[in-house]
T-cell receptor
Framework: DGGITQSPKYLFRKEGQNVTLSCEQNLNHDAMYWYRQDPGQGLRLIYYSQIVNDFQKGDIAEGYSVSREKKESFPLTVTSAQKNPTAFYLCASTDPPGTYESFSGNTIYFGEGSWLTVV | KQEVTQIPAALSVPEGENLVLNCSFT??????LQWFRQDPGKGLTSLLLIQSSQREQTSGRLNASLDKSSGRSTLYIAASQPGDSATYLCAVRQENYGGSQGNLIFGKGTKLSVKP
C-alpha cells in the first residue's frame, strides 16, 4: 500500500546529541514537509522540499537540518543547537497543484509521527 | 501572510447531535482546503478535500463546505458518535509558496468530545 513511513516512533536524545528522524514515502510525491507539534498546539513548519535536491526553511528551522537526495526520502536531523526538542514530529507529502485532473488529487498525506524526548 | 483560524477550540456534545466546526482564512488565493482528523498521539488522517472551484464535498456523515470569497469553510458532522471524538484540523493550500510559511497553512484545530 502507498503511504508515508516515519521511524522511529519513539526516540530519546541525550544533551548535546544529534538525532535523525526518518521519513519515507512511496506515493511518488514531489513535495515533502516536516512539522513540529507541541502538546495542545497546532502544527509548526520546520522545513519543506518542493523537489529533489531542494529544500527551504520553515518558520522554526533553527536547530534542525534536512536533506533531500532521493524523491522518496526526507530525513530530519535534530541538532544539539535545538534547545527544546521534546515534541511530536510529523512528516507529510503531496503533489504539486494541477498534477491530477480529478478533484480528489493533491491530498496531503501524513506519517504516524515520531515522539522525541530529551533525557 | 495567510492565517487560518478554527473556532471553537474545543467542543463537547452529547451523542446523536449534529454539529458544525468552523475554519476561516484571511487570503482567498487558495488552491484547495482540506479537513483532517487527529487522534491523540497519532498522525493526521484526511477526511475531505475541497478544490477552490467546488462548494462542498460529502463523505458519509461528513459534509464540508467552502466559501472562498468570504474565507470560510465548515465541517458538518451528522448524528455524532463517541468514536468521532478527536481533534479536527483544517488546512489551506496556497496557490504559491510563501517563504518560511510554505504553502500548506494549518489551523490549530477543534478538539471534539462526543459523550455517550
Amino acid at each position: 500500500d502507498g503511504g508515508i513511513t516515519q521511524s522511529p516512533k519513539y526516540l530519546f536524545r541525550k544533551e548535546g546529541q544529534n538525532v535523525t528522524l526518518s521519513c519515507e514515502q512511496n506515493l511518488n510525491h514531489d513535495a515533502m514537509y516536516w512539522y513540529r507539534q507541541d502538546p495542545g498546539q497546532g502544527l509548526r513548519l520546520i522545513y519543506y522540499s518542493q523537489i529533489v535536491n531542494d529544500f527551504q526553511k520553515g518558520d522554526i528551522a533553527e536547530g534542525y537540518s534536512v536533506s533531500r537526495e532521493k524523491k522518496e526520502s526526507f530525513p530530519l536531523t535534530v541538532t544539539s543547537a535545538q534547545k527544546n526538542p521534546t515534541a511530536f514530529y510529523l512528516c507529510a507529502s503531496t503533489d504539486p497543484p494541477g498534477t491530477y485532473e480529478s478533484f480528489s488529487g493533491n491530498t496531503i498525506y501524513f506519517g504516524e509521527g515520531s515522539w522525541l524526548t530529551v533525557v | 501572510k495567510q492565517e487560518v483560524t478554527q473556532i471553537p477550540a474545543a467542543l463537547s456534545v452529547p451523542e446523536g447531535e449534529n454539529l458544525v466546526l468552523n475554519c476561516s482564512f484571511t487570503d482567498s488565493a487558495i488552491y484547495n482546503l482540506q479537513w483532517f482528523r487527529q487522534d491523540p498521539g497519532k498522525g493526521l488522517t484526511s477526511l475531505l478535500l475541497i478544490q477552490s472551484s467546488q462548494r462542498e464535498q460529502t463523505s458519509g456523515r461528513l459534509n464540508a463546505s467552502l466559501d472562498k470569497s468570504s474565507g470560510r469553510s465548515t465541517l458538518y458532522i451528522a448524528a455524532s458518535q463517541p468514536g468521532d471524538s478527536a481533534t479536527y484540523l483544517c488546512a489551506v493550500r496556497q496557490e504559491n509558496y510563501g517563504g518560511s510559511q510554505g504553502n500548506l497553512i494549518f489551523g490549530k484545530g477543534t478538539k471534539l468530545s462526543v459523550k455517550p
